[in-house]
């Protein structure tokens, strides 16, 4: 079995993680019913109380009931016995024996309609994981997956190290079964081409297959123009493949035996029939996939500094009129004056109070007004020779200014 998890991480993976505060309300608020469940009246003391209903809310939260229910976060417990009128000290003492917190963990599933992993719910999971497993070749999101159909089928999570096992396992099959669908699709031709990945390619300096796998590092145009667009890949293929293409030497089916169509879960004339794409396809998407992200990224960046631009602009515009708010702030005194009349405003801004000088030195100081956005779009126009560097031909273009890309990035694609 792959070591998916340390073991620290399964540790923690035995116990209460942190809660927040939508779990906090949602899954540790008594009902009536659920009160009169955990009543005192049936020989519980305080301890035996609270200890389960903190196994009444954490069933339906994780999935299971960690061992040391002392554990449980605080807050949740607070909360719990608040509603119930018992001290959360008490909880201290629940579960010294063994057998109360799995008498209790028994009543709890039966209360709630839970039921314990047995032979049919295992085979239902592996067919489930077999199933992502053909989708998605990561244990950790696999897991995760596991654990959310068991709460969704009211199944007890068993141990972590239970459901790994059968994580692997089913990614043991979906390779296996991987492999078993792209057999025929291993012609001469094909693993001719395969083989050719292999091959130093003097225009990207390294073998085919090395370059598929190297990410890009940096936005910048003239980068990772591998013509990935060309290969017809457009709509996203399983992700299972990049995972063949990384696998060195030639792509040949692991022998193993198929299994007859009757025995496969879902098992149907379109599941059996349909091969996966190409893999070096499937890597071409992905190239693509990062092409694209790596415009995006250079996009923000320009725009990020014509937002610094603008900014700074209007910093020193503020700074260069404060002269002409001065000169506001006293027409303005002089105007609201109700006790002058109409003859005494006009001599008292020309002459007395402000005068014919500092009103032309603030005419000559006005600067041309800004558009609506205070000049964003012109300060992100200066980088529209750099932006269009990134551009592909008009085809591919047309797509991605349909399918890529938001409404405020389509702007440049415009202009190619």
Known sequence: MAQVFADEELERLRGFPEIGRDEL???????????????????RGPADRLGLAVALCTLPWL???????????????????????????????????????????????????????????????????????????????????ACEYLISARVI?????????????????????????????????????????????????????????????????????GGSHETGVLARPGRRCPGLVGAPGRAAPVPGHRRPQADRPGAGAARSSAPLPDPAHAAGADVLDEVVGLFDQAISAREGTAERKMRDTLAERGKSGEDRQALLDDLLDIIFD???????????????????????SAR????????????????????????RQFTPPAEVSAWLLHSRFPQ?????LRLR
Request: hydrophobic share 40%.
């Open 25 to 43: 309300f949602r899954f540790f608020t008594l009902t009536p019913a659920d009160v009169d469940f955990v009543d005192p009246g049936r020989g």
């Open 63 to 145: 999935g299971f009931v960690p061992d040391k229910v002392s554990t449980a976060p605080p807050v949740a417990v607070a909360r719990l016995a608040d509603q119930l009128g018992i001290d959360p000290v008490e909880l201290r003492s629940y579960g010294r024996r063994a057998k109360t917190r799995t008498e209790h963990l028994r009543l709890v599933a039966q209360y709630l309609g839970w039921r314990p992993l047995s032979t049919l719910e295992l085979k239902e999971l592996d067919e489930f994981l077999l199933a992502r497993a053909m989708e998605h070749d990561s244990p950790t999101l696999l897991f995760r997956l």
């Open 157 to 225: 999570r068993p141990g972590p190290v239970i459901v790994v096992k059968r994580v692997s396992h089913a990614r043991e099959e979906a390779q296996r079964e991987t492999f078993a669908r792209l057999a025929h699709e291993f012609t001469d031709v094909r693993c001719a081409a395969l083989d050719g990945l292999l091959v130093t390619d003097p225009e990207v300096k390294t073998t085919r297959l090395r370059w598929l796998a190297t990410g890009p590092v940096e936005a910048s145009p003239g980068r990772d123009q």
């Open 408 to 412: 405020q990035q389509r702007h440049f």
């Open 364 to 387: 000559e100081q006005a600067a041309p007004r800004l558009p609506r956005d205070h000049g964003h779009l012109v300060a992100l126009d200066g980088s529209y020779g750099y932006l």
């Open 338 to 360: 109700l006790g002058l009349d109409d003859e005494r405003i006009g001599g008292l801004i020309r002459g007395e109070r402000i005068g014919w000088p500092r009103l032309r």
